[in-house]
Every structure is written in structure tokens, then in C-alpha cells.
């Protein structure tokens, strides 16, 4: 199983950037999907979900500005009208744990900069 994020980088604020996580060894269209971030000093958090029937959720600080999709085996983030705070590594995330709490694979990370 393999999981690599890209599309990070530093951008102002306001911009935008679009993530992908190339995915390989897992049944892509039977796993829910996410992504997660952390940023400087914070606890890793879910910011965005699909589920393999196409069910989305949003975390609010999010809502509004990213957008999540999912094509073939590759997972995306479009990200506009990016704040200082979005600042933070973005982990893609495959196959949720039985009990629903987690996931099962991980990326190893894209780093995001956003700068005012």
C-alpha cells in the first residue's frame, strides 16, 4: 500500500493550491477517504472526508473554501481562499478501521505555508 500527497507549497493569502494523494494498493473505490492536517504546535484533525458512495463532510473552519473529490486512484484538495492559519503538513488518509475511528493507511505528508 501506498500513499503519496503532493501540490504543497507556500502560497499568500487568498490563493489557492490543490493537493492530490496518489493512491496504489488498496481497493480506492471501496475506501473512505480523508484528509488531516496539523499544523505548527496543533493536534493532527480531520478536515475533509468521502466516503466510497461520495458522502462529504467538512470541518467548519474549511467549509466553504476546500473542496474534496476523488477519481480513479487518486484522492484531491482544491484549497481557495487560504488564511495563515491553514498553514500545516496535509495527510491523506485510506480505508477507515472497523470501528469507524480512524483509518487504516496514511501518506507521509505535504507541507502547506500560507504567508499574509
Known amino acids: 500500500v501506498h500513499l503519496a500527497e503532493s501540490g504543497g507549497g507556500s502560497v499568500q493569502a487568498g490563493g489557492s493550491l490543490k493537493l492530490a494523494c496518489t493512491t496504489s494498493g488498496i481497493a480506492f473505490s471501496m475506501c473512505g477517504m480523508a484528509w488531516y492536517r496539523q499544523g505548527p504546535g496543533k493536534e493532527r484533525e480531520k478536515i475533509s472526508s468521502i466516503s466510497s458512495d461520495g458522502t462529504i463532510t467538512y470541518e467548519e473552519s474549511v467549509m466553504g473554501r476546500f473542496t474534496i473529490s476523488r477519481y480513479r486512484q487518486t484522492l484531491y484538495l482544491i484549497m481557495n481562499r487560504l488564511k495563515t492559519e491553514d498553514t500545516a503538513v496535509y495527510y491523506c488518509?485510506?480505508?477507515?478501521?472497523?470501528?469507524?475511528?480512524?483509518?487504516?493507511?496514511w501518506g507521509q505528508g505535504t507541507q502547506v505555508t500560507v504567508s499574509s
Open positions: 488518509a485510506a480505508c477507515m478501521t472497523p470501528l469507524g475511528r480512524s483509518y487504516e493507511y
